[in-house]
């Protein structure tokens, strides 16, 4: 769809809803829950709405072209910076529009990117106090130089990432000179964007950062990740660019992060720990968001269903159903948070963080509808029977994958979109960062441009096993 006719739609459909925040300040009761009646009414317009206010989070008025505002928030909190991580997740799912072409013409999208584009050749050489791993810029350019958590590592794979996902597209629509000359040149020193980032995450990657949250120092399941997405896809790309030593030395670089990866595979815990060595409990919604981050069907690095990450799922939903007032309620969905000890804000569930769940189990059932029969085991038996409720499991036991257990799973991610719809209220189409762990009125910053990308992501998913 032409930006300017979508603008105009929801224009349309904002004007009706115009009372706008009064959602948020509304008494939250059991019965305004439930409104699934006209729920796939609703996620048609949400979509629509996220796109619009995602898009006006990109190039606002006073900043460079190409930048992406994590939120219009300036004080309490102050984001309105360009995120690396924010910046590239989210024209991550621009990128995956022209694929999908629902709501854009390849012509707009390819507008947004070059913008991305040249802004990315605009911070990348500046030399901030993170180097390359620097967390966030001013919307001018300049590096953010005050005290911060930094570096970040996380920010130049996924940035590669979005980067590559692009130079795929435009290689096979024909327009692989564009790509080498402009994001991808085999040359050393590395000046083009995605052989820059590419460098950096080789050579750096075993150095302890920052985590995704800002706040950890060490080794993160999350960042080593997109770190081997990057190489994975890097590698692929340096060998049709016929740079051929740097496609060995990034595939040596994610052998090694591959094996770096099973670390957090901690047979104590039963799950995936987030980060290694420390003292919390490692359960953190930023172990799902690696799956999703770094999806890709013709590599996958590990699956939805493997037993691991089912562990995972479960005791990461396990610990946020004892952790918040909200979700002892009744209420269908669990609220979820970053991770359960998150003190930000006073800890709370977050949009991005229950769309991403949403996400997960649309991308699952996809999966297992591969499959006839799921064998379980002592890490998968917690979450099937919490998934299937009426009768305990036996390990070994091969579970039927039938039409009734792929609807239950569908119907769980739909959970947690009435969950974000509930949060977002009646009367709004607006997300904020996070919604109180109590009362679940919005909080922090409003508009978060990450959380309008993971609810568009969401639908994808949900799109894809429609189809
Ligand atoms: C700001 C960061 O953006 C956030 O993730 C973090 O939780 C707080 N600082 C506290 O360190
Ligand atoms: C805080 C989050 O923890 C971090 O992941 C994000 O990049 C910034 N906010 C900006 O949205």
């Given at each position: ?12 459909i ?36 996220s796109?619009?206010?995602l898009l006006d989070n990109?190039?606002?008025s006073d900043?460079?072209?190409?930048v ?6 300036r004080?309490?909190?102050?984001y309105?910076?360009?995120w690396?991580?924010?910046?590239a997740?989210?024209?991550n799912?621009?990128v995956?529009?022209l694929e999908a ?14 913008d991305y584009?040249?802004?990315v050749?605009t911070i990348?050489?500046?030399?901030g106090p ?15 130089d ?8 996380d920010?130049p794979?996924?940035r590669?990432v ?14 692989k ?10 040359e ?6 995605i052989k ?10 075993q150095?302890?950062?920052?985590d995704l949250?800002e706040?950890?120092?060490?080794d993160h399941?999350?960042t080593?990740?997109a ?12 060998r ?18 591959s ?6 595979f901690n047979?104590?815990?039963g ?14 919604v930023?172990?799902?968001?690696a ?14 269903s ?5 562990a ?23 609220a ?6 998150d ?6 569930p ?10 997960y ?5 996809a999966?297992?509808s591969?499959?006839?029969?799921i ?7 917690d979450f099937?029977?919490?998934l299937?409720?009426?009768h305990?499991l036996k390990?070994h ?6 039409g009734?257990?792929?609807?239950k ?5 739909d959970?947690?979109l ?7 209220g ?10 109180q762990?109590?009362h ?8 978060l441009?990450?959380s309008?990308?993971?609810?568009i992501?969401?639908m ?8």
């Amino acid at each position: 769809m032409n930006k300017k006719i979508l603008i105009l739609c929801v224009t349309i459909i904002a004007s009706i809803t115009a009372s706008a925040n009064n959602g948020i300040k509304r008494q939250i009761t059991a019965t305004t829950f439930d409104q699934s009646e006209d729920f796939e009414n609703w996620l048609v317009n949400q979509e629509y709405v996220s796109w619009v206010k995602l898009l006006d989070n990109v190039s606002p008025s006073d900043s460079l072209r190409g930048v992406v505002i994590a939120s219009p928030s300036r004080h309490d909190p102050d984001y309105y910076y360009h995120w690396v991580r924010d910046g590239a997740l989210v024209m991550n799912s621009v990128v995956q529009e022209l694929e999908a072409s629902n709501y854009f013409n390849p012509e707009e999208i390819n507008e947004l990117m070059f913008d991305y584009l040249t802004w990315v050749r605009t911070i990348q050489p500046k030399n901030g106090p993170g180097g390359l791993g620097e967390a966030k810029y001013f919307v001018d350019g300049r590096p953010y130089d005050l005290p911060w958590g930094r570096p970040q590592n996380d920010g130049p794979a996924l940035r590669a990432v979005t980067l590559m996902n692009w130079a795929s597209i435009l290689w096979k629509a024909g327009h692989k000179d564009f790509v080498l000359k402009n994001l991808y040149k085999a040359e050393l020193p590395a000046i083009s964007p995605i052989k820059k980032d590419l460098e950096y995450v080789s050579h750096h990657w075993q150095e302890p950062c920052f985590d995704l949250w800002e706040e950890t120092m060490g080794d993160h399941f999350y960042t080593r990740m997109a770190q081997l997405r990057a190489l994975r896809q890097g590698a692929l790309l340096a060998r049709a660019a016929n740079d051929i030593s740097a496609a060995e030395w990034y595939s040596q670089q994610a052998e090694q992060i591959s094996w770096a990866l099973g670390q957090h595979f901690n047979s104590s815990a039963g799950y995936i720990v987030t980060t290694l060595n420390t003292s919390r409990s490692g359960l953190d919604v930023a172990t799902v968001l690696a799956l999703l981050h770094t999806y890709d069907p013709n590599d996958p690095l590990l699956s939805f269903s493997n037993e691991w990450v089912l562990a995972t799922v479960a005791n990461v939903e396990r610990a946020f159903e004892r952790v918040y007032t909200l979700n002892q309620k009744g209420y269908p969905a669990i609220a979820i948070g970053r991770y359960p000890e998150d003190v930000y804000y006073g800890g709370n569930p977050w949009f991005l963080a229950t769309n991403a769940f949403a996400e997960y189990y649309y991308r699952l059932r996809a999966e297992l509808s591969q499959l006839s029969t799921i064998t379980i085991t002592d890490k998968n038996i917690d979450f099937f029977e919490r998934l299937i409720q009426d009768h305990p499991l036996k390990i070994h036991q091969q579970l039927p994958v039938d039409g009734n257990l792929l609807n239950k799973i569908s119907s769980k991610g739909d959970e947690f979109l009435k969950r974000t719809r509930f949060h977002i209220g009646p009367n709004s189409n607006s997300m904020m960062e996070q919604y109180q762990r109590d009362h679940g009125y919005q909080l922090s910053a409003k508009d978060l441009t990450w959380s309008y990308a993971s609810f568009i992501t969401a639908m994808k998913a949900r799109a894809e096993i429609k189809r």
